[in-house]
């Protein structure tokens, strides 16, 4: 029945044709399982549409002050990836960036990963958490495609959230 509920879901949401810009779609513990797997699907349809060429933006903010890794996959590969920092109040700047053959040159940065990657990464590092000690979010955006997968201990704040962050998808 499940299975049924998510291929329904999917769906009626591939055949939407005018998505307008909307906020997050999160889901709860029990049907992250499902969403995850229809959110999938949504993945392979949208990078199958544009011949896996597409970039993805993960920002973090730290103590120093801002930055974002900007990756560019093109044929499923991630062949650059470009680090911005910034401090608060301030216009970003490039400080480095690595093509394919330097590619984790530099130790800062989000990892160099592709989508589908990110997809594997939540549902066998993340989604996995004990739920008795843990709060685990799954978000998605405007397409159903990933945009959050993370936890924290349920006893921390929001500071102490793990996982994957991803904003700006951008197909080529």
């Known amino acids: 029945m499940l299975k049924g509920l998510a291929i329904l ?14 906020p997050p779609q999160s889901y709860q513990n029990e049907d992250i399982p499902i969403a995850l797997a229809a959110s999938y699907q949504s993945w392979l349809k949208l990078k199958q549409l544009h011949g896996a060429n597409y970039s993805y933006e993960r920002d973090t903010m730290s103590a120093a002050g801002n930055n974002s890794t900007l990756l560019r996959i093109e044929d499923d590969i991630v062949e650059y990836r470009y680090f911005f920092e910034w401090q608060d109040g301030s216009t970003p700047g490039l400080s480095w960036s690595e093509s394919y053959a330097e590619l984790n040159l530099h130790k800062q940065g989000s990892p160099v990963k592709n989508l589908d990657q990110l997809y594997r990464q939540c549902e066998t590092q993340i989604l996995n958490k004990p739920l008795s000690h843990y709060q685990v979010t799954f978000k998605v955006d405007q397409f159903e495609v990933l945009k959050q997968c993370s936890y924290r201990q349920k006893n921390c704040s929001e500071k102490c959230t793990r996982g994957i962050r991803i904003d700006g998808l951008r197909m080529n």
């Open 9 to 22: 879901l999917f769906i009626s949401i591939a055949g939407c044709t005018n998505v307008k810009q909307q």
